[in-house]
């Protein structure tokens, strides 16, 4: 987990930094399903879950967006992403 978030610094398409973080993230929930011994824990994971998946799907749905728009999935054309588009800017 540690690696993958590491990797996630180095990258420049917002997708694979998505991708990184998304496993990342996965391997925290696993910790908490390997440690989790009660079902107030479980729910808790569950919840933390199905909003994360929501986010992430509103988050690579913006960046699929952008990518159409601008032809490029490269960090560095989101600058300025208030000033050229804010209603994606304010989604993501």
Known sequence: MILRNLIVITQTSMKRMLAYSSIGQIGYVIIGIIVG????????????????ISMNLGTFACIVLFSLRTETDNIR????????????????
């Open 37 to 52: 011994d009660s079902n107030d824990e479980y729910a808790s994971m569950i919840t933390y879950m199905v909003f994360y």
């Open 77 to 92: 054309d989101y600058a300025g992403l208030y000033t050229k588009d804010p209603f994606l800017a304010l989604s993501l």
